[in-house]
Every structure is written in C-alpha cells, then in structure tokens.
C-alpha cells in the first residue's frame, strides 16, 4: 500500500459536521478511508466518497457518551478529534464562567475522554493513530482568542506529548497547531489577514490534508508532535 493511501482504514471523526472536521472526513474518504462521523448533531458526511461511512450524534464532554460511541465501533484504526468551542469572549463579560466551565468541558475533558477510550483499544490491537487540534492560541496565546479557549488549547498540546510515550511503540497521537482558519468557528469575527505574511486566513482543507497526513502510514513515526500551520505568523 501506498503511505499516504488510508485504503481499508476506518477513521473516527468527531466534529465532522464542522469546517475542519466536514473537510477532514472528505478528504480521507478520497484516500480509501470508511469514515464514522459525529458532531452535536449526526453530521451531514457531505462531499464524503465511497460506502459504508456513518454519521451520528455524540458530545465528546460526556465521558459515558464517548465510550459507548468507540465501543460501538468495532476496529478502528484512527481518531481525529475537530470538536471544539471557541467563544470570543473575554472574562469581563456577564455569564462568563458558566461558559468557560462549558469551554473546558468541551475542548479539554472532551479530547481526554477520546484519548483516554481510544488509546488502550488501539494499542490492544497494535497499530493505530490519534490526531488532535491544537492552536495558535496555544503557543502565543492566539489571534483573537479569549483566555479559556487559549487555555484549552495549550492543555491540548500538552496531551499530545503526555500520550505520546504511553501510545509507543506501536500507536502514535499527534496535533496540529492551526493559525486563523476560514471555517463556520470564525466567521463573523474580524481578521485583518492582509497584515498576514500568506495575506489571508487558512482554508478547512489546508488543515484538514495535514490531520489525515498525521493518521496516515506515511506519518508512522511522527509521535508527540504540534505541527505548526499559521503560514509564518508565528514559529515555535
Ligand atoms: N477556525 C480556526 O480559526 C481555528 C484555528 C485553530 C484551531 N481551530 C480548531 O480546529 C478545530 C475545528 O474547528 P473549526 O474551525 O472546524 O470549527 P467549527 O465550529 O466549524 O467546527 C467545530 C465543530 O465541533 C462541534 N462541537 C462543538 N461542541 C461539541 C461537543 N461538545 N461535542 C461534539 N462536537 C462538538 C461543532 O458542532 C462544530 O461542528 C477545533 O478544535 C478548533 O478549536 C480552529
């Protein structure tokens, strides 16, 4: 097989029905991947090739949820997680602690109750991949981001180094680290992306090929690492 080919990989993908997710579902369907896709609501799987995917409901906040949802799976040979909140709020606004608690819910125990169902059933079967999405806002503390989603995301990126010598030798967990990103989570909010040195924001794609790179064959000794994608905004 080809290592970039995902022919005969069933992947899990949470947040699908979102920019990054939606984009990361299609684009691994196109390499021979079958796909189970979950968001808040069952998530559309539009533009997704082939046969065999499914869709349905999940909120990754819910420990029991996501347990239920990975055993109900049968074998799976990755984990990409896109599911994520990211009001623009900072903590003078009224109601901000309810959402910050909901936000941490969310972005960090939702990650930690996908690695922590995935990673001993991957490494029962001896192979198999995680990827997680981190941010910008984790390593400078964003663009625009507000203090708990920066937060969350640095906790992210310290997952990914914290289960990355727990899933050796045989299963590998790894994120990236988006800059601004053209997707549903920031349209409304204004980017001056002309002071950019790309002069514009990502697209979905361009972070989702990278999250299919990273559970790919061709990603089989990448371990532990953010991969960076902020098009020169920021070097780590
Ligand atoms: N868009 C950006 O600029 C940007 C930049 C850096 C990182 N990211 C990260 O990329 C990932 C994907 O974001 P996106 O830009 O595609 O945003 P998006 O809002 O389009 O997608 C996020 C998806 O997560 C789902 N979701 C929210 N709460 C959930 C829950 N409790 N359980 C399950 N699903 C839930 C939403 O319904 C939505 O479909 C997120 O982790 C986000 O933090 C985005």
Not at 12 to 28: F, P, V
Not at 77 to 91: G, K, N, S, V, Y
Not at 145 to 159: D, R, V
């Amino acid at each position: 097989m080809h290592a970039f080919s995902l022919d005969g990989q069933h992947i899990a993908i949470t947040g699908a029905g979102g920019g990054i997710g939606s984009a990361a579902a299609r684009i691994a369907s196109e390499l021979g991947a079958r796909i189970s896709a979950t968001d808040l609501r069952a998530p559309a799987l539009d533009g997704v090739q082939g046969a065999g995917h499914q869709a349905s409901a999940l909120d990754v906040a819910d420990q029991n949820a996501v347990e239920e949802w990975l055993s109900g799976l049968g074998d799976f040979d990755a984990l990409i997680d896109c599911a994520a909140i990211c009001p623009f709020t900072d903590w003078d606004n009224q109601g901000w602690n309810q959402e910050a608690e909901r936000l941490f819910q969310v972005n960090m125990l939702g990650p930690m109750n996908l690695v922590r169902a995935a990673m001993p059933r991957l490494k029962a079967r001896g192979k198999g991949s995680i990827a997680l999405v981190g941010s910008i806002a984790g390593r400078i503390g964003g663009v625009r981001a507000a203090p708990h989603y920066a937060m969350s995301k640095g906790g992210i990126h310290a997952l990914v180094r914290w289960a990355s010598t727990r899933m050796a030798p045989s299963c590998t967990i790894n994120a990236v680290a988006p800059g601004p990103v053209d997707t549903p989570m920031t349209r409304g909010e204004s980017y001056d992306a002309s002071g950019f040195p790309m002069q514009r924001m990502a697209t979905a794609d361009e972070i989702a090929g990278p999250l299919v790179f990273l559970v790919s064959p061709a990603a089989s000794y990448i371990n532990g690492a953010v991969l960076d994608i902020n098009g020169a905004l920021h070097f780590s």
